[in-house]
Nanobody, 116 residues
Framework: QVQLVESGGGLVQPGGSLRLSCTAS????????MGWYRQPPGKERELVAT???????NYADSVKGRFSLSRDNAKNTVNLQMNSLKPEDTAVYYC??????????WGQGTQVTVSS
């Protein structure tokens, strides 16, 4: 089992920044990719960004150039730096850890609200 604990959500004005963190515990040795997904109000969950154990990243087109995902394997942590936030970034953000296609773990979610 893998447990994921997220932190860093909140309310921010358009153009502002937030940093989300996710720390994994449990059977972390078996984790491959980690990442963040989000679920805007009334919409389905969507990819934000993922990162491999080796540090290769993949971003949704909507966040490229504004968000940056990093990973610290020694601390079992991924951090999502979100800059130039827009109202459409408002969503519940979920941390994700992939052990295998059949074993995917999710955090409890953290709310990000971008509003003036």
């Amino acid at each position: 089992q893998v447990q994921l604990v997220e932190s860093g959500g909140g309310l921010v004005q358009p153009g502002g920044s937030l940093r989300l963190s996710c720390t994994a515990s449990g059977r972390v040795f078996f984790i491959n990719d980690m990442g963040w997904y989000r679920q805007p109000p009334g919409k389905e969950r969507e990819l934000v960004a993922t990162i491999t154990r080796g540090g290769m990243t993949n971003y949704a087109d909507s966040v490229k150039g504004r968000f940056s995902l990093s990973r610290d394997n020694a601390k079992n942590t991924v951090n999502l730096q979100m800059n130039s936030l827009k109202p459409e970034d408002t969503a519940v953000y979920y941390c994700n850890a992939v052990v295998s296609p059949q074993m995917i773990y999710w955090g409890q979610g953290t709310q990000v609200t971008v509003s003036s």
